[in-house]
């Protein structure tokens, strides 16, 4: 039976989609035809969302910490105005916690047959790739009474790239590398050199630099010099295994390996070396080989963008087959990982002699202030027994670096914020050494 009058339209009503019309509504449209029937009006005369279409432009990257711009415009491809409010949804981390609401939702105006663009302006809080999830629009009527409402997948992507806090200690590196490259030459020549010059002999000079070939071409006593040899090769290695997950002060251990490994790749580009990185864990995780020096701190920054810690044990063994592979000719092996007793005495111990028979082994770990802090806690029974037990992991630490050091290997344990200037100088002293 046809139903007609009031009933005909609380039935078109009620044929509306749920979460239009709240349920405070239902007893005022049973008594108020009119209004019913301006809200019933409303809902009809409001821009269909199924014909909405959506395209993005902007940033597809972004450094941790910085703003990146996403636009979406939308285009009204029906004979009714838009009126809407919009919702492009990000994964929380794409925000700062509280800012969200703010950032993602946007009141739109779209006449018919036309487009608008909206710019959502994300911060991310966390290093990988931020995909965009659903827009959801609401679209009301010219009164305002009633929405349609519904959702649309458009497609984007951020990549979050590590900080590079570090940058800021390169100029004085960089001085100091060029101190090292011809301007401050050396006498004594090293496994690292290459001939530089030669220039009259002034007394105090080792004899042994002397070239008595040249002297004897000439009135005056002439000694060679040498400078750092150029085109080295170094391996970064870093350690994904599950004690990089550890956090140290506000970063996970991961990160601060990474700013580290930043600060050298900068560094040892600009004094002419290769530089390569790997990522392991119980497999290769990242891998950068073969870049010109343009072209690698580009390409470790996105390399490291998505790499997360492997909550497992890392292979040693695997570890130091994967390094060979990757450095094929004597190269300087940055190790960067922890200086846990456990991992090092079990793990690296056994298979280094393999790694420092062809190459010059340097490791580096993230030390935790906090127990820096701690030993030096006084004033109550509870603060001493956590200065003894600061203490005792200290006194670990320094026994575990002391038996790579018997290797032959250097040990760097710094700090997060102290690690990558005390890397760089480690690397700075090899190469003033010739040991590169």
């Not at 490259?181 to 220039?199: A, K, N, P």
Request: hydrophobic share 40%; proline share 6%; net charge positive.
């Amino acid at each position: 039976m046809a139903l007609t009058g009031r009933t005909a339209l609380l039935a078109a009503l009620g044929s509306l989609p749920v979460g239009i019309l709240g349920p405070s509504w239902t007893g005022m449209l049973a008594v108020n035809a009119p209004l019913s029937l301006a809200i019933l009006c409303d809902y009809a005369l409001a821009a269909p969302v199924r014909t909405l279409r959506f395209t993005r432009s902007g940033d597809t990257s972004v450094r941790l910490g910085d703003g990146a711009e996403v636009q979406l415009t939308v285009t009204n491809a029906s004979n009714r105005r838009l009126r809407a409010q919009l919702r492009d949804a990000w994964p929380p981390s794409s925000w700062v916690a509280g800012t969200e609401q703010a950032a993602s939702r946007h009141t739109v105006t779209v006449p018919a047959g036309e487009r608008r663009r909206v710019t959502t302006t994300l911060r991310p809080t966390r290093r990988g790739d931020r995909q965009a999830e659903r827009v959801t629009v609401r679209s009301y009527g010219p009164l305002g009474l009633a929405a349609r409402q519904g959702s649309h997948r458009v497609p984007w992507t951020v990549r979050v790239l590590p900080p590079f806090t570090s940058r800021k200690h390169l100029p004085s590196r960089l001085a100091r590398l060029r101190e090292l490259d011809g301007r401050t030459s050396v006498l004594i020549r090293g496994q690292g050199t290459e001939f530089d010059s030669l220039r009259d002999y002034v007394p105090g000079d080792d004899t042994r630099s002397i070239d008595w070939r040249a002297t004897a071409r000439q009135s005056t006593v002439a000694v060679r010099t040498w400078r750092p040899e150029r085109d080295r090769h170094i391996l970064i290695v870093l350690d994904t295994g599950r004690t990089s997950a550890g956090r140290v002060g506000d970063v996970p251990r991961l990160d601060a390996a990474m700013d580290a490994a930043l600060l050298l790749t900068a560094l040892a580009s600009r004094a002419g070396d290769r530089v390569g990185m790997l990522a392991y864990d119980r497999r290769v995780r990242a891998q950068v080989q073969g870049r010109s020096a343009g072209e690698i701190l580009p390409a470790m920054v996105n390399a490291f963008a998505p790499l997360e810690p492997e909550l497992v044990e890392t292979d040693a063994r695997g570890l130091s087959a994967a390094a060979l592979q990757g450095a094929p000719r004597r190269s300087l092996v940055v190790l960067l990982t922890s200086l846990d007793a456990a991992p090092i005495e079990e793990g690296l111990l056994p298979v280094l002699p393999q790694l420092t028979q062809r190459h010059t082994v340097l490791v580096a770990s993230v030390a935790d202030p906090h127990v820096e802090q701690m030993s030096r806690a006084r004033g109550n029974v509870e603060a001493v027994y956590d200065a003894a037990a600061a203490t005792q992991a200290q006194a670990q630490r320094r026994r575990t670096a002391e038996q790579l050091q018997r290797h032959g290997v250097t040990v760097v344990d710094a700090t997060p914020d102290k690690l990558a200037p005390a890397l760089a100088d480690a690397y700075l002293a090899l190469k003033a050494a010739g040991r590169l």
